[in-house]
């Protein structure tokens, strides 16, 4: 049985509003056409979606070894049918959904929901989530390639804390503000943790901060 101690919980709920209210920030003037090829790099492009990587992680608060990312863009897709995609409450439902939305090069090997604090309220709050999820997987071989380069082969994990609700963002060029769709992902500490999984020497635990916003358009 996983659980976190009330106090925990409390700093990672703390630590997931900072995430979001740093991110309402940056989303009230934000201008991906704008960024600044000084201190932002392109990266990829996905579909609709293109990646910007900060060119130093010097920040107040930001470790330099971790790297800051934008990423924005339009989905096809209803923001019901987005988040409904995302809200997941069965292990299974988020092994499926880590098949479809792992990158390429990399193959989803388990996943769980190992707490579960806030549920939805179908009318009241459809998409509200708060618990710790686990992920593992695992960067693909280059298949031919007669060495394995870095990291191929590769098992990783990320065990997350995860909030997921509405919030309201201040609108640059309008007056009043607009109701946005956002899912928080933080690293949460506990190297112990999943109780029940065997965890190799070799197997790579990844730490990031994430913060999605989604809005109808």
Request: charged share 25%; hydrophobic share 40%; aromatic share 8%.
């Amino acid at each position: 049985m996983h659980s976190l101690p009330r106090d925990e919980r409390f700093q990672y709920d703390r630590r997931s509003e900072e995430i979001l209210g740093e991110t309402l920030a940056a989303f009230a003037g934000f201008d991906s056409s704008r960024l600044d090829p000084t201190e932002w790099k392109f990266l990829a492009r996905r579909e609709q979606i293109t990646v910007h990587r900060a060119v130093s992680a010097t920040r107040q608060g930001v470790d330099s070894h971790k790297r800051r990312v934008i990423a924005s863009g339009f989905l096809n897709a209803r923001l019901s049918d987005a988040l409904g995609g995302l809200y997941v409450e069965d292990d299974n439902e988020l092994l499926a959904t880590q098949a479809i939305l792992n990158p390429s090069g990399c193959t989803a090997v388990d996943a769980a929901v190992l707490m579960i604090a806030e549920r939805r309220q179908v009318r009241a709050a459809p998409f509200r989530f708060a618990g710790v999820k686990w992920y593992s997987w695992k960067k693909n071989v280059n298949v031919g390639s007669p060495n394995l380069s870095i990291g191929e082969g590769q098992e990783c994990d990320l065990l997350t804390y995860e909030r997921m609700g509405m919030a309201l963002a201040e609108e640059s060029d309008k007056k009043g503000s607009q109701e946005l769709a956002y899912h928080v992902i933080l690293s949460l500490n506990k190297p112990e943790w999943p109780l029940d999984v065997a965890r190799g020497p070799g197997l790579r635990r990844a730490d990031m901060a994430f913060c999605f916003l989604f809005r109808k358009v």
